[in-house]
Structure formats: structure tokens, C-alpha cells
Nanobody
Framework: QVQLVESGGGLVQAGGSLRLSCAAS????????TGWFRQAPGMERAFVAA????????HYADSVKGRFTISGDNAKNTVYLQMNSLKSEDTAVYYC??????????????WGQGTQVTVSS
């Protein structure tokens, strides 16, 4: 059973940066695409970014395009989300999951605890 653990969240001022990490055990990231999602208070969980299984193709939500970058390190079995130029509306709990693909996304793994990102204005 694969287990994903998110980390790297915190409190940051608007315009600042954070890098989130998603570490996997039980199954390598090279086997599946991986996505980042976020859930703000009172909102549905929403797609943020995804990276493909092979070749590292990426896909981003329009709201983060040009500010966030998703990447993977197969040797460390970890996927990252570099978040720059953060805005208050980026405040949310961030989750990662293995998914069927970077488009037409279906989540394959249970949700973890996530990591809280709070952007102060």
C-alpha cells in the first residue's frame, strides 16, 4: 500500500516562496503520475499541478501557472511543488496524490494529512 506524506508548509508573507515535498513509500513515483491539490476553508479540494509518469510532462491550474513549478526526484522518490509569488488566495491545506494522468485526473491513493500553507497579506 503506497503512502504519501506531505511536508514543507508554513506561514509566509505575500510575495514569498515555499517548497512543498511529497514523499512516497510502497510504490515509486515513476510508476504513476502525481498531482498536488489544495483545499481552502469552506471550499472543495481543487487541482493545483501534476507531473507525468514518464518524461515529466506537467500541467497546472490557471490560478498558479507561472508561479508554481512541480518537479520530481526519482532517486529520492519525492515530488516537489515550488511556490513563488504567493498570494493570500493560495492559503490552503495542500495534498499530494498519485493520479491516472496529468489530464482527466482520477486520484488513486488515499488522502494524507496534507500540509498547511498560510499566506499573510
Amino acid at each position: 500500500q503506497v503512502q504519501l506524506v506531505e511536508s514543507g508548509g508554513g506561514l509566509v508573507q505575500a510575495g514569498g516562496s515555499l517548497r512543498l515535498s511529497c514523499a512516497a513509500s510502497g510504490r515509486t513515483f515513476s510508476s504513476y503520475a502525481t498531482g498536488w491539490f489544495r483545499q481552502a476553508p469552506g471550499m472543495e479540494r481543487a487541482f493545483v499541478a501534476a507531473i507525468g509518469r514518464i518524461g515529466g510532462s506537467t500541467h497546472y491550474a490557471d490560478s498558479v501557472k507561472g508561479r508554481f513549478t512541480i518537479s520530481g526526484d526519482n532517486a529520492k522518490n519525492t515530488v516537489y511543488l515550488q511556490m513563488n509569488s504567493l498570494k493570500s488566495e493560495d492559503t490552503a491545506v495542500y495534498y499530494c496524490a498519485q493520479i491516472t494522468g496529468i489530464y482527466n485526473i482520477r486520484v488513486l491513493t488515499p488522502w494524507g494529512q496534507g500540509t498547511q500553507v498560510t499566506v499573510s497579506s
